[in-house]
């Protein structure tokens, strides 16, 4: 058994929440690495990003919200299928849900799974979870772009999908006018990945190019701080694709000598350590992290569908 306690079964310490307006009607609450929500006003009705665990965690947030604005939410959108992403949107009484098609796929195949798993490896984030009502249904997909016009001179909405990255169906939301970027979990600022259900290969590459060609300004990632101006956001992009380019080479020496997923795990960590050991969830991630580059490497094309005895079993066979 792995002397660690499991995940983050150990983090019980409440997080500081800030909410920032970024431009006119653009906000970003962020909470020192828990994960990052938004929303954006239109002329007659507010878009939410991300929906938070559980509908008690979303109300907090839309009562801070609602000393900013108290237009009803219209669309609520939903980066990837994350249980901590999306279990709070009944709370938000929006008229639509959108999300990528592969991300409705998604919560159809693994949505009852990925909430036992995730509520388990963070009960801290699971706020009363008997307030969760059941899995949360998109009511609106897309496969490769979707506008959403905001009415009056505010410009558009852009929700993107860039390629695989953190799932198979993240989004981004992009306002290209003001060149505010929320990028979900694809683009994390100095909190550590989780890659658990991820495609290395791709996101590493070719997503995370996709992302950068936007050129944005102003970038909120799925935990940490904002990122304010060109070369910082270039920073946290970069920051990303090192973390997974280090994986990838750490895991992928150990996997072409035939070592085992617990060498691969020593070598994962002691190459990453020492640049983002102090981030949030970094122990907590890595053993999952370092379980898919294994089976992507092997062949495995789809992330394993990770239940609680799953979660326990990599836990004890890769941490010391
Ligand atoms: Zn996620």
Redesign the pocket.
């Known amino acids: 058994m792995s002397s660690k306690p499991f995940a983050s079964s150990a983090d019980t310490e409440a997080k500081r929440r800030t909410l920032e307006a970024l431009a006119d009607g653009v906000y970003a609450l962020t909470a020192e690495g828990d994960p990052n929500i938004g929303a954006i006003e239109g002329e007659d009705f507010v878009v939410c990003f991300e929906a938070l665990a559980t509908p008690v965690a979303a109300r907090e947030w839309l009562r801070i919200l609602r000393r900013h604005t108290d237009k009803p939410v219209r669309y609520l959108v939903l980066s ?1 299928y ?1 249980a901590v ?1 999306v279990l709070g949107a009944s709370a938000f009484d929006a008229d639509i849900i959108v999300a990528h098609e592969k991300t409705r796929a998604l919560i159809a195949e693994r949505g009852k799974e990925d909430w036992e798993s995730e509520f388990a490896r963070m009960p801290r984030l699971a706020q009363e979870p008997e307030s969760v009502p059941g899995l949360t249904w998109p009511t609106l997909t897309f496969s490769d772009r979707l506008t959403i016009d905001l009415g009056g001179e505010r410009g558009d909405l852009e929700l993107c999908y860039l390629g695989r990255g ?2 198979e169906g993240d989004l981004v939301a992009w306002l290209p006018r003001q060149r505010i970027l929320f990028a979900g ?1 694809l683009v994390e600022a100095e909190a550590a990945l ?1 890659t658990g259900d991820a495609f290395h290969q791709d996101w590493s590459t070719t997503t995370l190019d996709a992302v950068s060609a936007l050129r944005a300004e102003t970038l909120i990632g ?1 935990r940490g701080g904002v990122t304010k101006g060109r070369a910082a956001v270039g920073g946290a992009i970069a920051q990303t694709r090192d973390f997974l380019t280090v994986m990838l080479r750490e895991v992928g020496a150990v996997h072409a000598r035939n070592g085992t997923p617990r060498e691969a795990f020593d070598a994962a960590h002691a190459a990453l350590v020492g640049a983002y050991g102090r981030w949030p969830i970094f122990e907590h991630c890595l053993p999952f992290d370092v379980s898919r580059v294994w089976d992507e490497l092997s062949g495995v094309e789809r992330p394993v569908i990770w239940t609680t005895e799953r979660d326990r079993e990599v836990w004890d066979q890769l941490q010391p």
């Open positions: 990837h994350h992403r953190h799932t979990d989780y799925g």
